[in-house]
């Protein structure tokens, strides 16, 4: 079956514009994570959602950063004002409901390049 | 805020080699994951651990969580250039998310 896919893989922007990246969970996951991944590092814990709500968004760096999942599948992160430092691989990850014990599937992520 | 270490964080091997990869914490988690990620790909998860001590076996690679749950070991046995790879290890935040470490990059040469 479809795993989790995510638009567009690359994407380059200027400093100061604004960026939006999508993410099409598992059909059916109630679950679902952002997360970036800068060079070297592993991936960085930004935003859970449950269903059409943020659980926990405790991760998002500042206001810039902002999530909707507005019928509960289909999610988008929103980054304003971007800064060279949000560059990254920013990456989404769908379970069937949430939660430490359930199964995270990964997407390829989208590599973001502010120039 | 708990954070996970990782060692080595390079790794290159000859095949048919034995390894065994560190992860590591000063905070107690309720569980841990284990996941590999491959250049271009997101992480794919191989094993979940959860009770203090326990051991899981996945063909060629071992797993154990420690006593304390506060550290975590992967052995592989006999290395395949397939096992090449970022292995990263992954503590549950207060059952709402999870922490990764940086990850072990593993070369295993043919």
């Known amino acids: 079956g479809a795993g989790v896919s995510q638009t567009p893989s690359n994407k380059v922007t200027e400093k100061g514009k604004y960026v939006e990246l999508r993410c099409d969970p598992i059909s059916g996951h109630t679950a679902l994570y952002w997360y970036r991944q800068s060079l070297g590092q592993g991936p960085e814990f930004l935003i859970y959602?449950?269903?059409?709500?943020?659980?926990?968004d405790s991760g998002l760096p500042n206001d810039r950063f902002f999530a909707v999942r507005p019928e509960g599948s289909v999610s988008t992160l929103k980054i304003q004002r971007t800064e060279r430092g949000d560059s990254a691989v920013y990456l989404c990850a769908s379970s069937l409901i949430g939660g430490s014990t359930d199964t995270q599937y990964f997407g390829p992520g989208t590599r973001l390049t502010v120039l | 805020t708990q954070l996970l270490e990782q060692s080595p964080q390079f790794l290159s091997i000859q095949e048919g080699e034995n390894l065994t990869v560190y992860c590591n914490s000063s905070?107690?988690?309720?569980?841990l994951q284990w996941y590999r990620q491959e250049p271009g790909e997101g992480p794919v998860l191989l094993v979940t651990?959860?009770?203090?001590?326990e051991v899981k076996k996945l063909k060629r690679l071992t797993f154990q969580f420690g006593d304390a749950r506060k550290d975590s070991s992967l052995h592989i046995t006999a290395a395949q250039p397939g096992d090449t790879g970022l292995y990263l290890c992954?503590?549950?935040?207060?059952?709402?998310?999870?922490?990764f470490g940086p990850g072990t990059r593993l070369s295993v040469l043919p």
């Open positions: 905070s107690v988690f309720s569980s």
């Open positions: 959602f449950q269903g059409t709500g943020a659980a926990d």
């Open positions: 992954a503590g549950d935040n207060y059952g709402q998310n999870f922490v």
């Open positions: 651990v959860v009770t203090g001590g």
